[in-house]
Each structure stands twice: as C-alpha cells, then as structure tokens.
C-alpha cells in the first residue's frame, strides 16, 4: 500500500472516530426524548425509505469506478463522465419520487404496527424522508467525485460536520415542543440539505476546472455505467432487503420497543463498520487504478493487507463492547431496551464477518464483470431474507435473526473469495493462509486476556479501561507483527517519526 492510501486512511480513522462517538451520543439523546415507543416508530418510518438506500449506495460504487478512469484519461472525459452520471441521478430521483408519493402513504397505513395516536405524526415523518433520502441521492454523486479525486480530507470534515449537525437536531429536542418526533424528522430533513449544500460549495471550490454541462453527455458512457450500475443496484438491493426489511419484520412480528433494541444494535455495529467501510473507500480507488493497469499483484496486495486491517479497525473497537455490552449500555442509554444487550453481542459478531469480506468485493467490482458476483451473492441474501421469515414465522424469538446474518456472512465471504479467484486468479489459499490466522491469533490472544481481567475486577471503570487497554495493546501487538507486510511497518515508522518530530 502506498504512502497517500495510508495518509487517507488515518485521516479518515482520525476524524471518523469523533463522528462514531457524536452519533452514539445522539442515538441516547433522541431516545431519551422521544421515548422508545416513538423511537422505534422513527426507526420503522426511516426504515421504509431505508430499504431504497441501495440505490445511492449501489450508485456511488459505479460512478466513483468511472470516475477513476475517467481521471486517469484527462479533463474532458471527466467531464462526459460527470454529465451522462448526472442524467442518471435525475432519472433516479424523478422515479423514487413517483413511486414514494404514490404508494408510501398507503404502505404506512396499512401495513406498519404504529400506534393509532401516532399515525397521523408518523405520515408527515415519512415526507419529511422521502426528501431526505432525495438528497442522499444528490449528494451521492458530489460524494463520488470527491472520493475518486482521493480528497479524503474534504469527505472526513464534511462527515464530522453532518454528525455535528445531527447532534444540534438532538439536542433542540430538549426543549418544549408539541410533537418531538415531527421536529426532529423536520430538523434531520434540514441537515440532509446543508450537507448537501456543503458539497455542491466543496466540489465548486476543488473542481471547478471541470466546466460540466449537459452538453457534455456521453450516450456510450451512459449505456456502460447503467449496464455496471444495474448488477450493482441488484446487490445492494439484496442487502438492504436482508438490514431494513427485517427491521420491518419484526415490527411485524413484535413490537416497537423490540425494534428499537434491534436498531440500538445495528447502530453500535453500523459505527464500528464505518471504520472498516473509510478504510474501503480509500481503497477502492487504487484498486480499481491498479486493475485498469493490468497490476494484478498490486490489486491482491492491497487486498490482503487491507481485509486484515479492515478486520483490526473494527476488532479494536469491538471487543471491549462485547467483554462490557452491559456496562456501556447502561453508561450511554442508562435504561436499554429489553433484549438489546443480546442483540448488540450478536450484531458485532456479524459486523466482524462482514468486515473481512468488503476489500474482497471492492476488488471484484474493479474488474467490471460483476454479473456472476452479484447474483451469487445476491440470491443468498434473499434467500437469507426468506428463512428469517419462515423462521419468526414459526415463532422462533427475534434474536434468530442475527444468528441466521452470522452464518449468511461465513458462507458469503467464502463465495467472495471462489468468484474473485474466477474473476482475476486471485489465490484463495493465499488469503486463507495470510489473513485468516493473523486475525484468528488477535482475537484469541486479546480475548482470554480481556476475560480473565474482567473476573479479576469488580464492575466499573476500572475494569472496563484496564480490559481496553489489554485488548487494544495484544491487538496492536499481533496486528504488527503478523498483519503487516515489512514495507509497510517502514512506512508506518516513517510516519510516526515525522509526526513526533512536528
């Protein structure tokens, strides 16, 4: 790995983890004024528009790798690239408007568990998100542009600034107001648009030499990025079939206050996972430069390194939250919904999987040819999505369905790796042989220690700061000595000593 992708990344770890903590403190401030009830109908209302969130996602993996070869290949062909991308997001949000105006209401009405008191507050949330999630849509594509430029430093302080602004939405809550949960969809919804705002300035600022016009429309280009943007669309549906959709599972089947312990979990493991998904996104341009020419060790380095520090960014944080689940929910919600401690412990096992295996889809993104991936990949997570119903169906307890996501996530990442070996003779033994057992030893090694500390002290801060330390001090010890390749400890050390020498 080069010097800029380790600069980016500790840039984006750096500010990331002021954003993590700002997000979780806001999960406890808005649950604490909106009650669990009215949270979990927050959460069930976003979790509507949610489900169509593969569609910005899926939409920014295909442009920025368009973006990367149209940089590669000069000023003009950016400037094609931008134009016929921009037909596309407006297509996409012309459409997702049409079909939200339409049929949402009737969708909220009609099949979601809410309080009858609450329904009419709960209608006027959902507008609020169906204009959220049109801007995420737009800034998307500002947010492509930026990533593939490498500018990471502009995306980690606009994400410090978003998480600022919702944590401004959270604390306003604290005031008298009539109705908490319209405020605070409305004040969201306000943010959403400054971001948006703040990106449009940012890419002015930065990129202003790209004079783009409709004019610039490229017909060839457009037909190639749907074509990619299509199979692309198809996996990232099927995950967020498998995230949101069974939030509204067990809406159905349970009720609000089980949902909101389901969303308290996913959110602990959704912050640990932006960690590993910052250290993706760095990556993902080099991989693809790498791809584009014809580099294909320099693609399996990258991606071997990077799905054990992937995995180490993530375990760092992890494992004193799966030692202490209780304790730190209790510091951070002082009451936590009932069957959330389980849910949390169970969705960070997942977020771990899950961790190991982002490098290696980046990697197979790169090479374009990502029907086959996808569909693989894709009819496991609807096949996920049709157990977990049967499953709650027959009245298995809402803890099920992340034991069912564990098992999804092992045999997902052993089909990434047999479709990337396909795809660019990439070496399955070489990733089971170096990445597998560097991660395996981490997490023996910082666990036992951890446990056995946690048997030794009473339940406090004390014990909580000591397991940390130990976990984090043997994690780093084993990620340094076996995790990293001997050209990159000389990189890190280089580092380090330019930055002590400051």
């Given at each position: 790995?080069?010097?800029k992708?380790?600069v980016n990344?500790?840039a984006?770890y750096s500010r990331?983890?002021?954003?993590?903590?700002?997000?979780?403190y806001?999960?406890r401030?808005?649950?604490?004024e909106l009650?669990?009830s009215?949270y979990?109908?927050y959460?069930?209302?976003?979790?509507?528009t949610?489900i169509?969130?593969?569609?910005p996602s899926?939409m920014t993996?295909?442009?920025q790798?368009?973006?990367?070869?149209?940089?590669?290949?000069?000023?003009?062909?950016l400037?094609r690239?931008?134009s016929?991308?921009?037909?596309?997001?407006?297509l996409?949000?012309a459409?997702?408007?049409?079909?939200?105006f339409?049929f949402?209401?009737?969708?909220?009405?009609?099949y979601?568990?809410i309080p009858?008191?609450?329904?009419?507050?709960a209608?006027t949330l959902?507008y609020?998100?169906?204009v959220?999630?049109i801007?995420s849509i737009?800034?998307?594509?500002?947010?492509?542009l930026?990533?593939?430029?490498e500018?990471?430093k502009?995306?980690?302080?606009?994400?410090?600034i978003?998480?600022?602004?919702?944590?401004?939405?959270a604390?306003?809550?604290a005031?008298?107001?009539?109705?908490?949960?319209?405020t605070y969809?409305a004040?969201?919804m306000l943010?959403?648009l400054?971001?948006?705002?703040l990106y449009?300035?940012?890419c002015i600022?930065?990129?202003?030499?790209?004079r783009i016009?409709?004019?610039g429309?490229?017909?060839?280009l457009?037909v190639d990025t749907?074509?990619?943007?299509?199979?692309?669309l198809f996996?990232f549906?099927t995950s967020v079939l498998?995230?949101?959709?069974t939030t509204?599972l067990i809406?159905q089947?349970f009720n609000p206050?089980?949902v909101a312990?389901r969303v308290?979990s996913?959110t602990?493991?959704?912050?640990l996972?932006i960690?590993a998904n910052n250290?993706?996104v760095?990556?993902?341009p080099?991989i693809?430069?790498n791809?584009?020419n014809?580099?294909?060790n320099?693609?399996?380095?990258?991606?071997?390194?990077?799905?054990k520090?992937?995995f180490?960014l993530?375990?760092l944080?992890?494992?004193p939250m799966?030692v202490?689940?209780?304790f730190f929910?209790?510091?951070?919600?002082v009451?936590?919904p009932?069957?959330s401690i389980?849910f949390t412990?169970?969705?960070?096992?997942?977020?771990?999987?899950?961790?190991?295996?982002?490098v290696?889809?980046?990697?197979?993104?790169?090479t374009?040819?990502?029907?086959?991936?996808?569909?693989?990949?894709g009819?496991v997570?609807?096949?996920t999505?049709v157990?977990?119903?049967?499953?709650l169906y027959?009245?298995y307890?809402?803890?099920?369905?992340f034991?069912?996501?564990?098992?999804?996530?092992l045999?997902?990442?052993?089909?990434?790796?047999?479709i990337l070996?396909?795809?660019m003779?990439?070496?399955?033994?070489?990733?089971?042989?170096?990445v597998?057992p560097?991660v395996?030893f981490?997490v023996i090694?910082?666990?036992?220690?951890?446990?056995?500390?946690?048997?030794?002290?009473?339940n406090?801060?004390a014990r909580?700061v000591v397991?940390?330390?130990?976990?984090t001090?043997?994690?780093?010890?084993?990620?340094?000595?076996?995790?990293l390749?001997?050209?990159?400890?000389?990189k890190?050390?280089?580092?380090?000593?330019?930055w002590?020498?400051?």
């Amino acid at each position: 790995m080069n010097k800029k992708i380790i600069v980016n990344t500790l840039a984006l770890y750096s500010r990331q983890a002021l954003v993590v903590l700002i997000n979780l403190y806001v999960v406890r401030i808005v649950l604490n004024e909106l009650g669990v009830s009215d949270y979990g109908v927050y959460n069930v209302i976003l979790g509507v528009t949610a489900i169509f969130s593969f569609i910005p996602s899926a939409m920014t993996v295909s442009v920025q790798r368009q973006f990367v070869f149209s940089i590669e290949k000069g000023r003009e062909s950016l400037k094609r690239c931008f134009s016929s991308c921009l037909v596309i997001y407006l297509l996409m949000i012309a459409l997702s408007s049409m079909l939200f105006f339409t049929f949402g209401s009737f969708f909220v009405k009609e099949y979601l568990v809410i309080p009858e008191q609450r329904l009419s507050p709960a209608l006027t949330l959902f507008y609020f998100s169906i204009v959220i999630f049109i801007l995420s849509i737009a800034t998307s594509l500002l947010t492509s542009l930026v990533i593939s430029h490498e500018n990471m430093k502009v995306y980690a302080i606009l994400s410090v600034i978003e998480a600022l602004l919702k944590l401004m939405s959270a604390f306003i809550l604290a005031y008298e107001i009539e109705d908490k949960l319209i405020t605070y969809g409305a004040l969201v919804m306000l943010s959403s648009l400054i971001v948006f705002m703040l990106y449009n300035v940012a890419c002015i600022k930065y990129y202003k030499k790209y004079r783009i016009s409709i004019i610039g429309f490229d017909k060839q280009l457009f037909v190639d990025t749907v074509k990619f943007s299509s199979w692309t669309l198809f996996g990232f549906f099927t995950s967020v079939l498998r995230t949101h959709a069974t939030t509204l599972l067990i809406n159905q089947w349970f009720n609000p206050v089980v949902v909101a312990a389901r969303v308290i979990s996913n959110t602990i493991s959704s912050q640990l996972m932006i960690f590993a998904n910052n250290l993706n996104v760095s990556l993902y341009p080099p991989i693809v430069r790498n791809y584009a020419n014809k580099d294909v060790n320099g693609v399996n380095t990258i991606l071997i390194e990077g799905s054990k520090i992937s995995f180490f960014l993530v375990w760092l944080l992890a494992l004193p939250m799966l030692v202490e689940t209780e304790f730190f929910l209790k510091v951070w919600l002082v009451t936590p919904p009932v069957d959330s401690i389980s849910f949390t412990r169970l969705a960070l096992i997942e977020a771990l999987l899950m961790s190991l295996g982002l490098v290696v889809g980046s990697a197979a993104r790169a090479t374009g040819k990502i029907k086959k991936y996808e569909l693989i990949l894709g009819a496991v997570q609807i096949l996920t999505f049709v157990v977990t119903v049967f499953v709650l169906y027959i009245g298995y307890p809402a803890y099920s369905v992340f034991v069912i996501g564990i098992v999804t996530n092992l045999i997902m990442l052993f089909l990434r790796l047999c479709i990337l070996q396909f795809l660019m003779g990439f070496s399955m033994k070489a990733f089971i042989s170096k990445v597998l057992p560097t991660v395996s030893f981490m997490v023996i090694t910082s666990s036992v220690f951890s446990v056995f500390l946690r048997q030794e002290f009473q339940n406090g801060w004390a014990r909580v700061v000591v397991t940390l330390f130990i976990g984090t001090f043997f994690s780093f010890l084993v990620m340094y000595k076996y995790g990293l390749s001997a050209e990159l400890k000389i990189k890190l050390k280089s580092k380090l000593i330019d930055w002590i020498r400051r």
